[in-house]
């Protein structure tokens, strides 16, 4: 971190520092990626994600939580290109929606592609009331988008019994799938948003059933 902060400070149209002392110290190894996505019901009987999505069903302290996580495992988005999408991306001709460059990691425009079970819940969403808010999630004041419901989440939790898991580990779940489905290493990288391989390749986990 150090030597990215005075990289970025010795640049000519900076001149704020002249060199970089971190560069004279020695560095220790990072940390491996995380490893944490759902168990599926091909890996073991009532399975992590449905369990999780059974919960999150039921859980009453949010009326967005059960869409909220099966955009997430249907998508792979982050959480914040979801709960700031907006109802004029959303092109449903095309089955899908379009993320503008601003709102996401790699500065980009992407095509988020919509099936299933995700797309209906698009379509339901688009049809309630807007009572004037551009979001497909509305938040409590006007002109705002919702935040995750996190209490909500931690209540699915402890009712599916599943531990270490949060949020994140939602895009984890998607990008582990599909290499678990044996999509191409470009396909995963278009699907996660990456540029960098490396950056795909933290997220394709495999489960011990699918190696076996």
């Not at 190894?29 to 599926?40: A, I, M, N, V």
């Not at 959303?90 to 988020?112: D, M, N, V, Y």
């Amino acid at each position: 971190a150090l030597t990215s902060v005075f990289t970025w400070a010795m640049k000519p149209e900076r001149g704020f520092v002249a060199g970089n002392p971190a560069k004279e110290v020695g560095r220790l190894k990072e940390p491996g990626g995380r490893e944490r996505f759902l168990s599926r019901p091909v890996d073991e009987a009532f399975s992590e994600l449905e369990r999780l999505l059974e919960a999150c069903r039921t859980v009453k302290r949010s009326p967005y939580l059960y869409d909220v996580v099966v955009l997430f495992l249907s998508t792979g988005c982050r959480q914040s290109e979801i709960m700031n999408l907006r109802r004029s991306e959303i092109r449903l001709a095309e089955g899908g929606f379009t993320l503008p460059a601003g709102r996401t990691k790699s500065r980009k425009t992407r095509f988020i592609p919509l099936a299933g079970e995700a797309l209906e819940i698009v379509r339901k969403r688009l049809a309630l009331p807007t009572f004037g808010s551009p979001y497909l999630f509305p938040g409590r004041k006007p002109g705002q988008a919702s935040l995750f419901p996190r209490r909500a989440w931690g209540v699915a939790l402890d009712r599916a019994k599943i531990t270490d898991f949060g949020p994140h580990d939602l895009r984890h779940t998607y990008l582990s799938y599909l290499a678990m489905m044996d999509k191409s290493q470009a396909e995963i990288m278009e699907a996660g948003g990456h540029a960098d391989p490396r950056s795909s390749a933290r997220y394709t986990h495999l489960a011990n059933e699918h190696k076996r």
